[in-house]
C-alpha cells in the first residue's frame, strides 16, 4: 500500500511507511480514537460475513505459516526481541496489569470444568 500511494505522490515507500507508522501511534494514543476503532473493528468480527472471512483467513495454514515466520524472525533479531522484552515487562509492572491478569485467573479457576481440565492435565505431565 505504501509503495502505490509513494509513487502517486513522488515520496519514497520508506519515508510513507515512516510517516504511517508515527500516524498510527498517534492515532491509537488518543483514547477516543481508540475506543472508536475498537467499535469498528468489534463490528467487523460481529458481522457475519466479514467476520466469517476474517476467521477464515486466520485459519488458513499458508497465512499462519507466514505469520509464523515473522514472528519467529522477529523473536530471532536481538534489537526487536530486546524493545518486546522491555515492553512486556513494563507492562507486566503495572499494578492495573497484574490486578487484572490476578482477576482473569481467579474467575478460570472459579469454573469447576476448567479447574479439572487442568489438573487432569498437570497430573498427566507430572506422571511422564
Known amino acids: 500500500m505504501f509503495r502505490l500511494y509513494a509513487r502517486a505522490t513522488g515520496k519514497s515507500s520508506r519515508v510513507m511507511a515512516k510517516t504511517g507508522r508515527s500516524n498510527a501511534k498517534n ?3 488518543d483514547p477516543a480514537r481508540r475506543e472508536k476503532q475498537s467499535a469498528a473493528m468489534k463490528a467487523r468480527w ?11 483467513a486466520i485459519a ?11 514472528t519467529k524472525a ?9 524493545k518486546m522484552t522491555a515492553g512486556i515487562r513494563a507492562s507486566l509492572a503495572k499494578p492495573e496489569v497484574r490486578a487484572k491478569i490476578g ?26
Open 27 to 29: 492515532q491509537w494514543a
Open 46 to 56: 460481529d458481522d457475519p460475513v466479514r467476520g466469517a472471512r476474517l476467521r477464515a
Open 60 to 70: 488458513n495454514p499458508e497465512n499462519r505459516a507466514k505469520i509464523s515466520a515473522v
Open 74 to 82: 522477529r523473536w530471532d533479531d536481538p534489537a526487536p526481541r530486546d
Open 103 to 128: 482477576a482473569a485467573s481467579r474467575a478460570r479457576w472459579a469454573d469447576p470444568g476448567w479447574r479439572e481440565k487442568m489438573i487432569a492435565t498437570m497430573k498427566e505431565k507430572a506422571r511422564r
